[in-house]
């Protein structure tokens, strides 16, 4: 099986801070990558300027390879703390999909004691959902 990782954000632009694991996103997500060994990481290009645009540029590396599961690292950051857990976004393609979903929050909750949001899954169904970008692919 062949995975890709995102790392979410970019080295001028870090990322939500996080209180928990007390560092950036960015800087967070280096360190799991790390921890992973040898995989395929993408990292959005800091140079272009307009948000959209760069997404849509790591999207097309990224389809320029056959991945099975490309998996996009993120974590917010919000004033009311009753507004946090873990969620996973994903680009319904087949059952696989929402199996891999899953499968990755419960190792994140598990393994971080960090709570499960609003079921711990979320489908992306529509282009107008936040992180649909990143499936440049139309489902199969």
Same mark, same amino acid.
């Given at each position: ?9 970019h080295e ?9 694991? #007390? ?14 060994? #040898?995989?395929? @990481? ?9 948000? @959209? ?17 490309v998996i ?8 009311? @703390?009753?507004?946090?857990? #873990?969620? @996973? ?50 489902? #199969?």
């Open positions: 099986m062949r995975i890709a990782f995102v790392l979410g954000h001028k632009s870090k990322g939500a801070y996080s209180n928990y694991f #007390c560092m950036a996103e960015w800087d967070f997500y280096n360190k799991v990558i790390d921890e992973l060994g #040898c995989v395929d @990481t993408f990292y959005h290009d800091s140079d272009i300027n307009r948000y @959209t645009s760069r997404i849509k540029s790591t999207a097309n590396k990224i389809n320029k390879v056959n991945y099975d599961l996009e690292l993120h974590f917010n950051s919000a004033v009311h @703390t009753s507004a946090n857990g #873990c969620e @996973t976004l994903y680009y319904y393609r087949s059952i696989k999909s929402k199996e891999y979903a899953s499968l990755f929050s419960h190792i994140v909750t598990k393994e971080t004691s960090i709570k499960s949001r609003n079921g711990g899954v979320k489908a992306l169904t529509n282009k107008n959902d936040r992180g649909f970008v990143v499936s440049m692919r139309e489902p #199969c």
